[in-house]
């Protein structure tokens, strides 16, 4: 499937794209961390949310590894670190790799404390089985 060119230039997902409610409740949620935070609701569906995004990754090892940050993190996430979670699932699997490995420079808006947290987390976590 094509991937389609987003608003800050890095490309869609195409397996799990932002339906419009999505992208408000993303808006809303921006807006709300800028203000002081997401309310505890919000909070959940956005950790929800990244678990099940980590899974439904086309590439494997890339949703392993997702799967497997999110389990470990997602309930010590802060609300601007959820919300650069949905940015960073935006774009397609070989750029978060080359993201989370340090392969490619992130751009402003990619280039997040919680990228920095998972690149941190791929270097201190044991090696990893493909065949687990």
């Not at 470990?72 to 699932?89: I, K």
Request: charged letters at 25%; proline letters at 5%; aromatic letters at 4%.
């Amino acid at each position: 499937a094509a991937a389609a060119a987003t608003h800050s230039g890095h490309t869609a997902h195409s397996s799990a794209p932002l339906g419009a409610s999505a992208r408000r409740f993303c808006a809303a949620g921006t807006a709300a961390a800028a203000a002081g935070g997401l309310n505890d609701k919000q909070m959940l569906i956005l950790r929800k949310k990244m678990k099940h995004q980590a899974r439904s990754r086309d590439d494997g090892l890339l949703g392993n590894y997702l799967g497997e940050f999110a389990d470990r993190h997602a309930d010590d996430l802060q609300a601007q670190e959820l919300l650069d979670w949905q940015e960073l699932m935006e774009c397609d699997c070989e750029t978060v790799m080359n993201l989370v490995a340090g392969y490619q420079e992130a751009s402003p808006e990619l280039d997040t404390p919680l990228l920095q947290r998972m690149r941190k987390d791929l270097v201190d976590s044991p090696p990893r089985n493909p065949f687990a």
